[in-house]
Every structure is written in C-alpha cells, then in structure tokens.
C-alpha cells in the first residue's frame, strides 16, 4: 500500500474519508474505496468497470497504451517465439516456468485426461445438426459439473489441480465432438501418442476410412494460437468466470459461463463475425463502404476485430497473427484473397481519422480467423477455438480467486432510476 490517499468529501457535511491507495508491481495505482458506502452511504458509478478493479492478481499484466501483454511478467512476444502451450499453461497456472521433469508430469497428466465419459458423448445426438458449436460446447462443458460434482471439492487444492488438468485435457475432445456432430461424422476417440494440438487435428479431421496425417505446420499455428489466447486478464469472459465461481459453484458451471460470455461478439465471438465481414467485403473496391458503415452512428455495423477496452495501440497478439498468418499459408502453399482484403482494410481504417483518433486498432481476433480457415476449421468453430486456448486463463483466475482469502461473492450495487414506493393497483383498476 502507498502512503498516498484520496480524500473522499461529502459535500453535504464537509466530512472526509480517507480513501487508501494500493500499488501493483506495474500499472496505475489503485484507489480502495471499501470504506465509503460503509462510512459515507455513497456507492461508486461505472458501467463496464472502466475504471473498476475487481480483485488482485498476480497472473496477467497489460499495459494497453504501450501494447505490452506479459504471463507471469514474460512478455507475449517472447513466449509465442520460445514457448509451447503446455508450457505456458504451466506457468499460468503455476507462477513460474516448469522445470523439465515438471513439464514431462504435466504433459503426461493432459495427454492421459483427453477421454471423455461415453455418457457426454451420447449428449451431443440431443443437438440438432446444425446447432451452433459453441452453444453445444457450453452446454456439454455445463454438464460436466453433473459427472463431478461429487469429486470436486473446491477448498482442497488437489481437487482445484485435478478439476485444471480435466478441463484442459477434456476440452478439446468435446470440442471435436461438437464439429463431428456438425458435419455428421463419426467421433474420432483422442491418442496418447500424439501432442495437445496434432491430436485436436487429429479428433477434428481424421476418420475411419482413411488414414489421416497430421500437418506440423498446422498444429504448430495452432499451440502459438493458443499461447496468444490463453489469458488475458479480467476480460469479460474471465470476470465472468470469477464471478460464477465467486458463489462457489462447481467450477465447471463457471468455465460453461465463462464460454457462454466469450460467444458475444464484441468479445470473442469476433472471430467468426470478422470472417463473415470480410466474406461480405470479398473485394478491396468495397471496403470504403464499409468503412463509411463503421463511421455512420446510426448504423450498428462495426468494423470486426478492431477495437478494445484496455488497447489503445496495436494489440500485440494481433501483431504475432498477423506477420504468422503470412508465413502459414506459405507453408502450407495457400493463398486466401481474403487475407489481402483483410491487409488493405486495416491500412485504410488506420489512415482514417475516425480510427485514429479514437485509437481504434485490429485486436487479436483480426487476423486468426484467416490461419483457421487455412487449417481446414469452419467458420463456426472459430469462438470454440478461442475457448480450447482461453480455458486454462479462465482457470488460473478461479484458483487465484478460490485460494484468496480476501475473495467474497461477487455482488454490485447499482443506481436505482425505477418507480419509487407505490401501491399495488388491483387488476380491475388498472
Ligand atoms: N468500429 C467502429 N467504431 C468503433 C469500433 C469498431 N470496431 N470499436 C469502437 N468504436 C467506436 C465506438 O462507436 C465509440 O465511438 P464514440 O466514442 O463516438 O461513441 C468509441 O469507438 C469507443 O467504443 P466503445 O464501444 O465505447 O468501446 P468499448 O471499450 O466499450 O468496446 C469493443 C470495445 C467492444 C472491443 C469495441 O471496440 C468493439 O465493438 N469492437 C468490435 C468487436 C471486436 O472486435 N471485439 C473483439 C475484442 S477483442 C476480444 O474480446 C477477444
């Protein structure tokens, strides 16, 4: 805590309250307004938590002016060059870096978890063919809470460990699951032998009649994707995951919330709604029109993939997608017109004004639509991919939240502009 404090005035009273202030390792100091409704009567205003933080933590830092992200304090960039999924997943979990043995335990833990109960695979024939992948995965990953409800005890850590490796592990089979059912194929069971990403290849494209090989390139694209999706601090998703968890439900309730938000698409349902703009755009002549689009308030359109709550400079991991969706449709010898559609869109957005002076830039989602789409994954899929990467952030920010013992229910108080007391009119008097 600093020695600096806000002095709260009650204009009415002229009375004061100090207001203490907390400093972080990095970032804006923190005013503690704890005391104020209990000494003043006076509740804070902020819709969107703009200004609000909601808990302490130790897992994520972004400073979104400078366009810096760092796990565990190791910048983004650094990780996505060096790093490897599982490896990352450690570390956010636990803090520090895995020693080799540590992370040969860990991968082996996922890699022997990736099964799911026949039961949870009979659930997806209840969906019909064309359901949404994400409402089946957040469906399916809600009903895992029924399978261990009675094995998950929240307040002992081993449980916590043990629920981690499930999700992770499991995630990426329900997932396959959920494209099998869509395209109607069979389900294609996991294999231990293969890594986390060559297996999801794996479960999505192989099938009984033929023999499938799994690209290198494409599961390497995919553990950098996910090293760039895996946290990012108290993101609406991740909020949403601590707040669930805050009532200490069975964590697996709070990850299906948590999945259900980041479907939104100011959130990470932009994925897929990038891909559908940029479908719509199909040609550089048409962009300005869009742009126009974007600018005019009285239409809702949005230029997909750009924009961010906490960025107001470029994105880093949009920055990492952007020089690797080059380099993966090379190797893989393809070309999409869209990624060029995609290059000419941001080009014009950020000589624009409109952008520029609302510092408006592509996120993470502008750009990795395009390198799913090169792996062979639909459209569709792509918000399900962002919750295989996100879903170890989401529970490494519920172990923090648990193990917290300054962590109460998570419960706002709001500013009541509704009818003040009246009387209930019987019906015939209305
Ligand atoms: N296109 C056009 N105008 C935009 C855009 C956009 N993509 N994003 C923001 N603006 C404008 C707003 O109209 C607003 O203008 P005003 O000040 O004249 O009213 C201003 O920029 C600020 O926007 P807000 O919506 O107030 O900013 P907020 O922080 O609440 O929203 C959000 C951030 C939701 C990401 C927004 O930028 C957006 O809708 N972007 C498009 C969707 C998207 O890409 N979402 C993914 C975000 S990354 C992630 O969650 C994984």
């Known amino acids: 805590m600093s020695s600096k404090k806000y002095l709260f005035t009650d204009p009415e009273t002229g009375k004061s309250v100090d207001l203490p202030v907390l400093s972080g390792t990095v970032g804006p100091e923190v005013v503690d307004i704890r005391a104020l409704y209990a000494e003043k009567g006076v509740f804070t205003y902020d819709p969107g938590f703009g200004s609000t933080a909601s808990c302490e933590s130790k897992i994520t830092y972004i400073d979104g002016d400078q366009g810096v992200l760092m796990y565990r304090g190791y910048p983004v960039e650094q990780l996505a060059e060096k790093s490897s999924f599982m490896e990352v997943c450690y570390l956010l979990l636990h803090g520090e870096l895995p020693k080799k043995e540590q992370l040969e335990g860990f991968i082996k833990t996922i890699t022997t978890h990736t099964m799911i109960n026949e039961t949870i695979l009979r659930l997806f024939n209840g969906f019909h063919y064309d359901a949404h992948p994400m409402a089946m995965v ?137 891909l559908q703009m940029l479908e719509q755009i199909r040609t550089a002549d048409k962009i300005p029109q869009f742009v126009a689009r974007a600018k005019d308030k009285k239409d809702n359109f949005r230029l997909m993939g750009f924009g961010h709550r906490v960025y107001k400079n470029y994105d880093p991991r949009a920055k990492i997608i952007r020089s690797m969706t080059h380099k993966v449709l090379e190797q893989l010898g ?72 300054e962590t109460r229910i998570g419960r706002p108080r709001q500013l009541y502009t509704g009818p003040a007391f009246r009387d209930y009119v019987a019906v015939e008097k209305r």
């Open 334 to 405: 393809k070309n999409d017109p869209l990624l060029d559609v995609a290059m000419r869109l941001e080009e014009i957005a950020l000589k624009d004004s409109y952008f520029v002076e609302k510092k408006l830039y592509p996120n993470v989602d502008f750009y990795s639509g395009i390198i799913y789409r090169a792996l062979g994954i639909p459209t569709s899929m792509l918000t399900v991919m962002f919750a295989i990467g996100r879903t170890v952030g989401w529970c490494a920010h519920w172990r923090e939240m648990i193990a917290d013992p």
């Open 138 to 274: 957040a469906g399916v990953v809600g009903s895992m809470s029924a399978f261990y409800h009675d094995t998950t005890d929240i307040m002992n850590p081993r449980h916590r460990d043990i629920f981690a490796h499930r999700i992770i592990a499991k995630l990426p089979t329900i997932a396959a699951a959920a494209y099998k059912h869509t395209v109607g194929q069979p389900f294609t069971y996991p294999r231990n032998d293969l890594d986390y990403c060559s297996n999801m290849m794996h479960m999505f494209f192989a099938v009984p009649a033929e023999k499938y090989n799994i690209n290198p390139v494409a599961a390497q694209a995919l553990d950098l994707l996910f090293i760039l999706h895996a946290d990012h601090e108290q993101n609406c998703s991740t909020s949403t995951v601590r707040l669930a968890g805050s009532s200490q439900t069975n964590p697996y309730s709070a990850i299906a919330a948590g999945i259900s938000a980041l479907w939104g698409p100011a959130h990470g349902g932009a994925n897929e709604a990038v």
